[in-house]
């Protein structure tokens, strides 16, 4: 039983994860204030860590082309311990999305638009992520090179308008934070954006080329990582000291921009752009979360579930935290410990119970 | 028959989009207070300080000749004084005589008041930085004497007192006797543990009968306290460590009479680096100069290898003595502007540990150690000197 | 939600209308009768029915009685047809001694020596009779045959091969389509002189009995998109087909969408562009607007002087376009959105600028941007229904009064003014989605009135989705955009220079895409053994 039906090519995937992880670019806060200007290294700590684990990820569902995670989890846990195992998938994908959900609706009513609560523009975002798992989620993958292409754009002009700031020397010296909050702070990259990829493990059934699966999300990583590094590098080599006190470093760097009085005012461009990544990061969340109750109810057709849980990550999202100091804390403390076991323990448990039980069958293997 | 609950849905995501709305702040253009500049200055109300805004009012600025009688027509802002427990409290207060909260999105200039500065910015300064309003781009002033005083000082040739203090201070670069510093530079430096805050200083000086203001010289902070003043010549010395100085005039005293040769700077590149040799300090301070010619006393002429030869020795000196004098100064008022501290923290992470506690006591016996190149690259439109051949 | 209302539509039609399907299958089998008399009663209440329609007996060979007949529609008959090859060959020829023998109810003897007119077709059913009649040929009853000749003899009053008013261009041909479907498919002959280039006709329409052609070129054009064409054609059942306009709507994808997905155009050089492309055209008799299908959304941005000009101004042209379908959509909205609720991104001397504009005007700016918008499209439609000689009274109406006076009168901005005329200037720009554009401009004025610029990047969201998930005839309305292909961004935002120009677009195309053959890329003809040198 395979419920989406659309297609998606290598090289759109690829976007996808690229654009999925991007999605976190803008919010990097809860990371600068930990192991502020060593960001960057602890990006590439992170990343260093996160590659066998995109490995691990997508093995799993070359293995088995045609099953989300779901079905995988039934097939290799047996029909009770799967189960188990689905629900807290499920439960996962579901308060990932509605943090998200919190964050871009705290993003908008502390900048953009004040005075207007946060759930008006959750409210309003899920409509619209609504209307796109109507007409399919290859929707958003055929226009995913476009959202990271808009990323792109706006980080490397931002950056470029930003090279008269910039100070290399708020680098130095180099690795000035404890051990304790570095290792924390590159488990919280690691986990917080890049291994959120695991949501993937719905959407691959969909995808064409199963062969290149994992050169594709290599592809789809560094493009990511790579906008990572320029905006972890421009932040801190414009703020400086202050960088760890932010709210949003990424906004305070571009309101900075000033050249000769005319390219001013850019703050424009990180809403714009954080706003099309969220949404690709919280289509991609929605997609998996209704998809996988779909498939754990034994749906025909994912379709019926979309307005209910929609409902649900509204309401999950204004009660989940209360403010966005209490999510931080959280996330840095609690947060951890509870998905750790399902990004970094449970996929390759996954791999190794489905070689010991040689699974999938042969018959499976020739598709 | 299925169509109705769709249809529903879509209009009922019509009406909670646009009827949720409803308390969005959207404000006309014109009915928004613009605030052009802030001010916090000393009061005698028990909590020490009142806020002073200074509002646009559009309709006088589009065409101030044309507008009412002639000549003396309205002035095109309005200032608004209020009083408060916080610094937001204030600002929230005006709106009782505003009529509407003050849009502070557009006041890229924040003056503080000398009496302010001398108490101490510690608490005044988080709320500009952390309301989303408030540009983190926006220059700080300190006042000479009082805030209302400049705020209250019509300009000559522009129409808003704080848009024509913005205009000085983006000129400064001609002179480099004082410096721009924006808010989150200012705060940076009251975030290091060490490296002292300056901001520029506003005074207001006689100008052919009438009152003009003018900013010159930069405020030394310490510990979010005003510490003291530079005058122009330090103010330069500084902003020759700091790499900050784009353009400007030396004027170097000519051996025999030591009547004044204005040189002008075209650019100059600094580097400054920390060096810690046993027990001693050193700042290595790296300097190339190019200048230009552009003013000498009739009669006497440089264009000579052994004139440009002195003209050059003349320039070093010139910029290390202003160095010098900035230096004195600041330990005099115990406080790093240079940010010598922040520099041997990053070169001499380890040793800084030990050192950070005790950098006031440090800092005085740092060494600078002095590598000034000059060259003197152009005479401007006259070649040889004015004088009977 | 689309395809339900379509079906249930559907259903109801056919509902209604089984009568008279009923109707027709009895009259289709009845065949004409040998006896003319009978034939001729059965015609008289069709004749008595319009006054225009002709029935003259006459007699062939020398018989007194008369034992032929001609029936045919006074005005859409060529009447010099009529007389030299028709009735004077049959009256006069016949009668030569020689030729009195053999058998002169013989109708093979009178179709084949004595008629001699071009167009000759038999039939025998009454139903074809009919069908004949109304299309405007003559149509010749022998008596004691059992077949009727039809002579082609239609002469439509037509006006003359004109430039076409909608699409009118400096350089480049400057015909147009006409009303008449013959003169169209000869004009789109003369530019394709190839056996290729095949025309399917059928008749659509119960009671007006429309010609519609669809033609492309057998070799390029994917056969599935030609049997999609010919079945959804099959499936339209209405009454007439006044106009293409019709068939557009009944075989459109996405019949709710405010995009369209099925292109139009009264040129002929760029429909045969187009076949050439692999798309296939439909022609509908009575109208100069051709249909071209499938339609890329990039098509909208597309003439044809761009490939006839040179490309670096083809390309900024075409860029300048794009850019102009943006101002048009989103410039009333981007404005409100910045004056009612970023103002903080607005430049400070302009917002001191725009709020001196501002403070005499009593509206909030949205209701103010909707009134001139609305003002707007008020005049464009009364300039296009308007008598001509009173046209410069509106404008000057328009201009003069309403825009004038109401600044003057403090009533409008003078720069929500400007606004406007910017988006109804690029507006024009892009004659293929003027009423998309029109339509979007409202709904992106009422969401960024609502919510500012959250509201304008959801609405984008929700269009892009939409545009995204469009197909035309099984094609992806936003390719080449998206999905993304490389090899076709030579003609998208910007249009490259004709010799790179190798490949059609395999969007479209699925087999014989090449269309050059220079001699550095051989290698890749070889790859596609089908390719033909064909331009």
Same mark, same amino acid.
């Given at each position: 039983?395979?419920?989406?039906?659309?297609?998606?090519?290598?090289?759109?995937?690829?976007?996808?994860?690229?654009?999925?992880?991007?999605?976190?670019?803008?919010?990097?806060?809860?990371?600068?204030?930990?192991?502020?200007?060593?960001?960057?290294?602890?990006?590439?700590?992170?990343?260093?860590?996160?590659?066998?684990?995109?490995?691990?990820?997508?093995?799993?569902?070359?293995?088995?082309?045609?099953?989300?995670?779901?079905?995988?989890?039934?097939?290799?846990?047996?029909?009770?311990?799967?189960?188990?195992?689905?629900?807290?998938?499920?439960?996962?994908?579901?308060?990932?999305?509605?943090?998200?959900?919190?964050?871009?609706?705290?993003?908008?009513?502390?900048?953009?638009?004040?005075?207007?609560?946060?759930?008006?523009?959750?409210?309003?975002?899920?409509?619209?992520?609504?209307?796109?798992?109507?007409?399919?989620?290859?929707?958003?993958?055929?226009?995913?090179?476009?959202?990271?292409?808009?990323?792109?754009?706006?980080?490397?002009?931002?950056?470029?308008?930003?090279?008269?700031?910039?100070?290399?020397?708020?680098?130095?010296?180099?690795?000035?934070?404890?051990?304790?909050?570095?290792?924390?702070?590159?488990?919280?990259?690691?986990?917080?954006?890049?291994?959120?990829?695991?949501?993937?493990?719905?959407?691959?059934?969909?995808?064409?080329?199963?062969?290149?699966?994992?050169?594709?999300?290599?592809?789809?990583?560094?493009?990511?990582?790579?906008?990572?590094?320029?905006?972890?590098?421009?932040?801190?080599?414009?703020?400086?000291?202050?960088?760890?006190?932010?709210?949003?470093?990424?906004?305070?760097?571009?309101?900075?921009?000033?050249?000769?009085?005319?390219?001013?005012?850019?703050?424009?461009?990180?809403?714009?752009?954080?706003?099309?990544?969220?949404?690709?990061?919280?289509?991609?969340?929605?997609?998996?979360?209704?998809?996988?109750?779909?498939?754990?109810?034994?749906?025909?057709?994912?379709?019926?579930?979309?307005?209910?849980?929609?409902?649900?990550?509204?309401?999950?999202?204004?009660?989940?935290?209360?403010?966005?100091?209490?999510?931080?804390?959280?996330?840095?403390?609690?947060?951890?410990?509870?998905?750790?076991?399902?990004?970094?323990?449970?996929?390759?448990?996954?791999?190794?119970?489905?070689?010991?039980?040689?699974?999938?069958?042969?018959?499976?293997?020739?598709? | 028959?299925?169509?109705?609950?769709?249809?529903?849905?879509?209009?009922?995501?019509?009406?909670?989009?646009?009827?949720?709305?409803?308390?969005?702040?959207?404000?006309?253009?014109?009915?928004?207070?613009?605030?052009?500049?802030?001010?916090?200055?000393?009061?005698?109300?028990?909590?020490?300080?009142?806020?002073?805004?200074?509002?646009?009012?559009?309709?006088?600025?589009?065409?101030?000749?044309?507008?009412?009688?002639?000549?003396?027509?309205?002035?095109?802002?309005?200032?608004?004084?209020?009083?408060?427990?916080?610094?937001?409290?204030?600002?929230?207060?005006?709106?009782?005589?505003?009529?509407?909260?003050?849009?502070?999105?557009?006041?890229?200039?924040?003056?503080?008041?000398?009496?302010?500065?001398?108490?101490?910015?510690?608490?005044?300064?988080?709320?500009?930085?952390?309301?989303?309003?408030?540009?983190?781009?926006?220059?700080?002033?300190?006042?000479?004497?009082?805030?209302?005083?400049?705020?209250?000082?019509?300009?000559?040739?522009?129409?808003?007192?704080?848009?024509?203090?913005?205009?000085?201070?983006?000129?400064?670069?001609?002179?480099?006797?004082?410096?721009?510093?924006?808010?989150?530079?200012?705060?940076?430096?009251?975030?290091?543990?060490?490296?002292?805050?300056?901001?520029?200083?506003?005074?207001?000086?006689?100008?052919?009968?009438?009152?003009?203001?003018?900013?010159?010289?930069?405020? /030394?902070?310490?510990?979010?306290?005003?510490?003291?003043?530079?005058?122009?010549?330090?103010?330069?010395?500084?902003?020759?460590?700091?790499?900050?100085?784009?353009?400007?005039?030396?004027?170097?005293?000519?051996?025999?009479?030591?009547?004044?040769?204005?040189?002008?700077?075209?650019?100059?590149?600094?580097?400054?680096?920390?060096?810690?040799?046993?027990?001693?300090?050193?700042?290595?301070?790296?300097?190339?100069?190019?200048?230009?010619?552009?003013?000498?006393?009739?009669?006497?002429?440089?264009?000579?290898?052994?004139?440009?030869?002195?003209?050059?020795?003349?320039?070093?000196?010139?910029?290390?003595?202003?160095?010098?004098?900035?230096?004195?100064?600041?330990?005099?008022?115990?406080?790093?502007?240079?940010?010598?501290?922040?520099?041997?923290?990053?070169?001499?992470?380890?040793?800084?540990?030990?050192?950070?506690?005790?950098?006031?006591?440090?800092?005085?016996?740092?060494?600078?150690?002095?590598?000034?190149?000059?060259?003197?690259?152009?005479?401007?439109?006259?070649?040889?000197?004015?004088?009977?051949? | 939600?689309?395809?339900?209302?379509?079906?249930?539509?559907?259903?109801?039609?056919?509902?209604?209308?089984?009568?008279?399907?009923?109707?027709?299958?009895?009259?289709?089998?009845?065949?004409?009768?040998?006896?003319?008399?009978?034939?001729?009663?059965?015609?008289?209440?069709?004749?008595?029915?319009?006054?225009?329609?002709?029935?003259?007996?006459?007699?062939?060979?020398?018989?007194?009685?008369?034992?032929?007949?001609?029936?045919?529609?006074?005005?859409?008959?060529?009447?010099?047809?009529?007389?030299?090859?028709?009735?004077?060959?049959?009256?006069?020829?016949?009668?030569?001694?020689?030729?009195?023998?053999?058998?002169?109810?013989?109708?093979?003897?009178?179709?084949?020596?004595?008629?001699?007119?071009?167009?000759?077709?038999?039939?025998?059913?009454?139903?074809?009779?009919?069908?004949?009649?109304?299309?405007?040929?003559?149509?010749?009853?022998?008596?004691?045959?059992?077949?009727?000749?039809?002579?082609?003899?239609?002469?439509?009053?037509?006006?003359?091969?004109?430039?076409?008013?909608?699409?009118?261009?400096?350089?480049?041909?400057?015909?147009?389509?006409?009303?008449?479907?013959?003169?169209?498919?000869?004009?789109?002959?003369?530019?394709?002189?190839?056996?290729?280039?095949?025309?399917?006709?059928?008749?659509?329409?119960?009671?007006?009995?429309?010609?519609?052609?669809?033609?492309?070129?057998?070799?390029?054009?994917?056969?599935?998109?030609?049997?999609?064409?010919?079945?959804?054609?099959?499936?339209?059942?209405?009454?007439?087909?006044?106009?293409?306009?019709?068939?557009?709507?009944?075989?459109?994808?996405?019949?709710?969408?405010?995009?369209?997905?099925?292109?139009?155009?009264?040129?002929?050089?760029?429909?045969?562009?187009?076949?050439?492309?692999?798309?296939?055209?439909?022609?509908?008799?009575?109208?100069?607007?051709?249909?071209?299908?499938?339609?890329?959304?990039?098509?909208?941005?597309?003439?044809?002087?761009?490939?006839?000009?040179?490309?670096?101004?083809?390309?900024?042209?075409?860029?300048?376009?794009?850019?102009?379908?943006?101002?048009?959509?989103?410039?009333?909205?981007?404005?409100?959105?910045?004056?009612?609720?970023?103002?903080?991104?607005?430049?400070?001397?302009?917002?001191?600028?725009?709020?001196?504009?501002?403070?005499?005007?009593?509206?909030?700016? /949205?209701?103010?941007?909707?009134?001139?918008?609305?003002?707007?499209?008020?005049?464009?439609?009364?300039?296009?229904?308007?008598?001509?000689?009173?046209?410069?009274?509106?404008?000057?109406?328009?201009?003069?009064?309403?825009?004038?006076?109401?600044?003057?009168?403090?009533?409008?901005?003078?720069?929500?003014?400007?606004?406007?005329?910017?988006?109804?200037?690029?507006?024009?720009?892009?004659?293929?989605?003027?009423?998309?554009?029109?339509?979007?401009?409202?709904?992106?004025?009422?969401?960024?009135?609502?919510?500012?610029?959250?509201?304008?990047?959801?609405?984008?969201?929700?269009?892009?989705?939409?545009?995204?998930?469009?197909?035309?005839?099984?094609?992806?309305?936003?390719?080449?955009?998206?999905?993304?292909?490389?090899?076709?961004?030579?003609?998208?935002?910007?249009?490259?220079?004709?010799?790179?120009?190798?490949?059609?677009?395999?969007?479209?195309?699925?087999?014989?895409?090449?269309?050059?053959?220079?001699?550095?890329?051989?290698?890749?003809?070889?790859?596609?053994?089908?390719?033909?040198?064909?331009?």
């Amino acid at each position: 039983m395979n419920l989406e039906k659309g297609r998606i090519t290598g090289r759109q995937f690829a976007f996808l994860l690229a654009g999925f992880i991007q999605g976190s670019i803008f919010l990097l806060s809860f990371v600068t204030n930990l192991t502020k200007h060593d960001t960057w290294l602890a990006l590439l700590a992170a990343v260093t860590l996160i590659i066998p684990y995109t490995a691990v990820y997508f093995t799993i569902s070359k293995k088995f082309p045609d099953k989300n995670i779901i079905q995988i989890n039934d097939e290799v846990f047996g029909r009770y311990l799967g189960k188990i195992i689905s629900l807290y998938y499920i439960i996962y994908f579901n308060i990932i999305l509605s943090l998200n959900l919190k964050d871009l609706g705290g993003f908008y009513s502390s900048y953009l638009i004040q005075d207007q609560p946060v759930d008006y523009f959750t409210v309003v975002f899920i409509a619209v992520l609504s209307y796109l798992l109507w007409k399919g989620i290859e929707n958003l993958a055929r226009l995913a090179y476009l959202f990271v292409g808009a990323a792109y754009f706006i980080i490397v002009s931002t950056t470029l308008m930003l090279m008269p700031q910039m100070q290399l020397s708020n680098f130095l010296p180099v690795f000035d934070v404890s051990v304790k909050d570095f290792v924390k702070g590159a488990h919280l990259i690691a986990s917080l954006p890049y291994a959120e990829m695991i949501t993937f493990l719905m959407i691959t059934p969909a995808v064409n080329d199963k062969k290149s699966l994992v050169k594709n999300a290599y592809l789809g990583l560094s493009l990511a990582s790579v906008s990572f590094f320029i905006v972890v590098f421009r932040d801190t080599a414009v703020l400086g000291n202050l960088e760890p006190i932010l709210a949003s470093p990424a906004f305070e760097a571009v309101r900075l921009i000033n050249i000769t009085g005319i390219f001013t005012r850019m703050d424009i461009l990180i809403g714009v752009g954080n706003t099309l990544l969220v949404f690709l990061k919280c289509g991609v969340f929605f997609y998996a979360s209704v998809l996988s109750v779909a498939q754990f109810c034994g749906l025909k057709d994912y379709k019926t579930v979309i307005f209910p849980l929609g409902v649900l990550s509204v309401v999950l999202a204004s009660a989940l935290y209360e403010s966005t100091i209490d999510n931080m804390v959280v996330t840095q403390i609690t947060e951890i410990l509870s998905t750790m076991m399902l990004q970094f323990i449970i996929p390759p448990v996954t791999l190794l119970v489905a070689k010991l039980r040689k699974l999938p069958g042969r018959e499976a293997v020739k598709n | 028959m299925k169509i109705k609950p769709r249809l529903l849905l879509l209009c009922l995501c019509i009406a909670a989009f646009t009827g949720f709305s409803g308390c969005l702040r959207s404000t006309e253009i014109s009915d928004l207070p613009l605030t052009l500049g802030l001010g916090v200055d000393k009061s005698d109300d028990p909590a020490g300080f009142k806020i002073i805004a200074q509002i646009a009012k559009p309709s006088q600025l589009k065409n101030p000749a044309s507008g009412g009688g002639g000549g003396s027509s309205e002035p095109a802002y309005a200032n608004f004084e209020s009083g408060g427990e916080t610094i937001f409290d204030a600002i929230r207060n005006l709106t009782k005589m505003i009529g509407d909260r003050i849009f502070a999105s557009h006041s890229e200039v924040l003056l503080f008041g000398n009496g302010i500065a001398r108490e101490g910015m510690r608490d005044y300064i988080d709320f500009f930085l952390r309301n989303p309003d408030v540009r983190p781009s926006a220059y700080i002033i300190v006042t000479q004497s009082t805030v209302k005083e400049i705020m209250d000082l019509k300009p000559l040739l522009e129409n808003v007192p704080v848009t024509s203090l913005k205009r000085i201070l983006k000129t400064q670069e001609f002179t480099s006797e004082t410096a721009k510093v924006t808010l989150i530079e200012f705060t940076s430096c009251l975030m290091s543990k060490t490296k002292s805050a300056v901001a520029p200083v506003a005074g207001v000086a006689e100008n052919g009968g009438k009152k003009a203001a003018f900013i010159s010289g930069l405020a /030394v902070f310490k510990n979010y306290k005003l510490a003291g003043t530079f005058n122009r010549k330090e103010t330069r010395g500084l902003l020759w460590v700091l790499d900050k100085i784009k353009k400007g005039i030396l004027n170097v005293p000519k051996k025999e009479d030591g009547k004044k040769i204005a040189i002008e700077i075209i650019s100059s590149k600094c580097k400054a680096i920390p060096e810690i040799k046993g027990t001693k300090l050193r700042v290595h301070i790296k300097i190339r100069e190019q200048g230009s010619l552009s003013e000498q006393p009739v009669g006497d002429d440089f264009i000579s290898l052994d004139g440009l030869e002195y003209l050059k020795q003349a320039q070093a000196d010139a910029i290390k003595d202003e160095i010098m004098s900035a230096f004195n100064k600041s330990v005099e008022l115990k406080t790093d502007p240079f940010g010598f501290g922040e520099l041997l923290h990053k070169k001499y992470p380890k040793e800084w540990k030990n050192m950070e506690q005790y950098w006031d006591s440090l800092y005085p016996t740092i060494e600078l150690v002095f590598d000034i190149k000059t060259s003197l690259v152009k005479t401007d439109a006259i070649t040889k000197s004015v004088s009977p051949e | 939600m689309g395809y339900l209302f379509k079906k249930i539509r559907l259903a109801k039609l056919l509902n209604e209308n089984r009568k008279n399907v009923d109707l027709d299958d009895e009259r289709e089998q009845k065949l004409i009768s040998k006896d003319l008399g009978e034939n001729i009663k059965d015609l008289r209440s069709v004749i008595d029915s319009g006054g225009d329609i002709v029935l003259r007996e006459f007699c062939i060979g020398n018989d007194n009685k008369p034992n032929a007949a001609v029936v045919f529609i006074e005005g859409l008959v060529n009447k010099d047809i009529l007389d030299a090859s028709v009735l004077k060959p049959l009256m006069f020829l016949s009668a030569l001694p020689d030729k009195s023998k053999s058998g002169l109810h013989d109708i093979d003897f009178i179709e084949n020596n004595l008629l001699s007119a071009g167009n000759i077709s038999r039939f025998s059913a009454y139903d074809e009779l009919i069908d004949n009649l109304f299309s405007g040929e003559i149509i010749l009853l022998v008596g004691g045959a059992s077949e009727g000749l039809v002579i082609n003899a239609f002469d439509p009053k037509t006006r003359a091969v004109e430039p076409p008013m909608t699409e009118s261009v400096v350089r480049g041909s400057r015909e147009g389509f006409t009303e008449s479907i013959r003169t169209n498919i000869s004009l789109l002959r003369r530019k394709i002189k190839n056996p290729d280039l095949c025309f399917e006709k059928i008749k659509i329409g119960k009671k007006s009995k429309t010609d519609v052609a669809v033609a492309y070129l057998k070799s390029i054009a994917d056969p599935a998109l030609i049997e999609e064409i010919k079945k959804r054609l099959g499936e339209i059942s209405i009454d007439a087909v006044l106009e293409s306009g019709y068939i557009e709507q009944f075989i459109e994808d996405a019949p709710f969408s405010i995009f369209p997905t099925v292109a139009n155009s009264e040129k002929p050089d760029k429909v045969a562009a187009k076949l050439l492309e692999g798309r296939a055209a439909i022609f509908v008799d009575g109208t100069p607007f051709v249909l071209t299908v499938p339609m890329l959304f990039i098509e909208s941005f597309q003439r044809s002087e761009d490939y006839y000009a040179r490309p670096y101004y083809a390309s900024m042209i075409r860029l300048i376009r794009f850019a102009c379908y943006f101002i048009s959509v989103l410039a009333p909205a981007v404005y409100i959105a910045l004056t009612t609720f970023h103002q903080e991104l607005i430049p400070t001397k302009l917002l001191l600028t725009l709020a001196a504009g501002h403070e005499q005007i009593p509206f909030p700016s /949205v209701i103010e941007a909707f009134f001139i918008l609305t003002v707007f499209e008020i005049l464009r439609e009364a300039g296009i229904t308007m008598p001509q000689p009173v046209g410069s009274a509106v404008s000057i109406v328009g201009a003069l009064v309403l825009g004038e006076s109401a600044v003057t009168a403090g009533l409008i901005g003078p720069f929500m003014v400007i606004i406007v005329a910017l988006t109804a200037i690029s507006g024009f720009v892009v004659t293929a989605q003027i009423d998309s554009a029109t339509v979007l401009r409202f709904v992106f004025l009422i969401l960024a009135g609502a919510a500012g610029g959250f509201g304008i990047i959801m609405g984008m969201l929700v269009v892009g989705i939409h545009l995204a998930s469009l197909r035309s005839f099984g094609i992806p309305y936003l390719s080449p955009i998206s999905p993304f292909m490389p090899a076709e961004q030579k003609d998208a935002l910007i249009r490259a220079p004709l010799r790179t120009f190798i490949f059609r677009p395999t969007s479209i195309v699925k087999k014989n895409i090449t269309r050059q053959n220079p001699g550095a890329l051989r290698k890749n003809n070889e790859k596609n053994p089908g390719g033909q040198n064909e331009n």
